[in-house]
């Protein structure tokens, strides 16, 4: 491995980039900067190039995706939050009893849908910069592993500054009061420390990806840019095997046929980890943002583009109306398993109901359909709808520090919630100022350089012309 590829003259050629062909900054900035499909920028990018001008590559479609994603996961844990620092939270049933279905069914897709996102754009990030960026496959896992201790240095301190300055929080069975789940220390700690294991997960998923891709080019002599989808037929063939294969997946683990040991369920509290589809659904993720320029034209071609958005809200609206149809033919099977104030069971048995009950059955169908088709019209929306498909500038390149961050300030403005007497508007005012406050955490710190550099540059020019004058 670490002999692969130490210069270009060692790498296949199918993987260098073209130099019989010459590419000016004007073609660059008209095509590598567009908001064109995945491969129009690799065929860009595979030109002689600087550095700057390679890491200046960027799909944004996949950018504000991204974004949007970490917002919704922000709102996901204000949700969480609100509920459990809301005064009497288990009187909710009585007293909020419409906010609260609505929060769990709103928790319900989102947890089914935002981490799973993630891992496909990793994956697709992860292709993008091993193509495009990284000289070797060694130069890529050794930026990547660099990069990673980072984020887990950043997620060690947020939870020390979140601790210090809200904390302590009471042990589970410390106390005779019943209290939340997300009140308690091992709650707290599973929302601060859940993205640790995620990139974890994803540098071991790196790791292994960038292993086959070297095996297949030095064993297989294989293009390591070949496309595996590369026709209509086997593209609904792969989709289809993998929707059976999630189905089956998530019905039996739902009704709790498949069962993990009791170290690896205390490992996935631990980790924020216990849906339904950890860890199938994260792999054949990564995997299919790996794949995803083989195959991106046969997913766009399957909505109009002109009705993307149209189509997305319709998903939405029909996912959401079948799981409150299914919530109100099984309330409380389902409400306990949604239940926001309890530890999240990892299947319907876990939350002590049985498994000949048929509501893991529909549960466990309902969220595999929307595992498989609902990220397509949300990738189709953001690749055909100019809005989201545009530059958002510095607000999506620094999308990704929110995740260090929110969790001081969702906490901060859920414990001083309380004169909302609404529950849904109270948790739309915790996840809106958390998102803002994150935010501001990255811009003024940006803005304040950009107008020193200005600053600086005006005087060092004015200074320039004085010295013209004198000579």
Not at 30 to 35: A, F, I, L
Not at 246 to 265: D, H, N, Q, T, Y
Not at 345 to 369: C, E, K, R
């Amino acid at each position: 491995m670490e002999a692969a590829f130490k210069s270009e003259e060692d790498a296949p050629k199918e993987c260098l980039p073209d130099t019989n062909n010459s590419i000016d900054e004007k073609q660059l900035s008209s095509e590598g900067n567009s908001n064109s499909n995945p491969a129009d920028i690799e065929n860009v990018a595979r030109q002689p190039m600087d550095k700057s001008q390679r890491m200046a590559l960027r799909i944004k479609p996949m950018d504000n995706l991204r974004t949007t994603l970490i917002v919704l996961l922000i709102l996901q844990h204000a949700i969480l939050e609100t509920v459990s620092d809301s005064p009497n939270p288990f009187q909710l049933d009585e007293t909020s009893p419409r906010s609260l279905t609505f929060l769990m069914l709103f928790e319900a897709i989102n947890r089914n849908i935002v981490v799973a996102m993630l891992f496909f754009i990793s994956g697709f990030a992860s292709k993008f910069s091993m193509s495009i960026r990284s000289a070797t496959p060694l130069h890529f896992l050794f930026k990547k592993t660099w990069k990673t201790g980072l984020a887990l240095i950043g997620y060690h301190v947020s939870t020390f500054v979140t601790e210090y300055l809200y904390g302590p929080w009471p042990e589970m069975g410390s106390s005779d009061t019943k209290m939340p789940y997300y009140s308690l220390q091992q709650g707290k700690k599973a929302l601060l420390q859940g993205p640790s294991f995620y990139i974890m997960a994803l540098l071991a998923l790196d790791y292994i990806y960038a292993i086959c891709r070297t095996m297949n080019i030095l064993i297989y002599q294989e293009n390591c840019n070949k496309h595996f989808i590369s026709t209509t037929l086997r593209y609904r063939v792969a989709k289809y095997t993998l929707f059976i294969s999630v189905e089956g997946w998530m019905i039996f683990f739902a009704a709790g046929l498949i069962r993990p040991s009791e170290r690896v369920k205390e490992w996935l509290y631990i980790t924020n980890s216990a849906e339904l589809h950890f860890p199938v659904l994260y792999l054949i993720s990564y995997v299919a943002g790996i794949q995803f320029i083989s195959y991106y034209k046969f997913l766009l071609g399957e909505a109009p583009k002109r009705f993307s958005v149209i189509t997305l809200v319709t998903r939405i609206l029909i996912y959401s109306g079948v799981m409150y149809a299914i919530y109100r033919h099984f309330p409380q099977t389902l409400h306990r398993y949604l239940d926001l104030r309890t530890q999240p069971p990892l299947a319907f048995t876990d939350a002590g109901i049985h498994a000949s009950d048929s509501a893991p059955s529909f549960y466990g169908a309902w969220s595999a359909v929307v595992l498989m088709l609902f990220p397509s019209s949300l990738i189709s929306a953001f690749y055909t709808t100019r809005a989201l498909s545009k530059d958002w500038g510095i607000i999506s390149r620094t999308s990704y520090i929110q995740t260090y961050v929110h969790m001081v300030f969702v906490i901060g403005f859920a414990q001083r919630a309380g004169w909302i007497t609404n529950l849904l508007w109270r948790c739309v005012y915790v996840g809106t100022g958390s998102i803002v406050c994150g935010w501001l955490v990255v811009l003024i710190p940006v803005m304040g350089y950009r107008t020193a550099v200005g600053i600086w540059k005006k005087l060092r020019s004015h200074g320039s012309r004085l010295d013209e004058e004198k000579v």
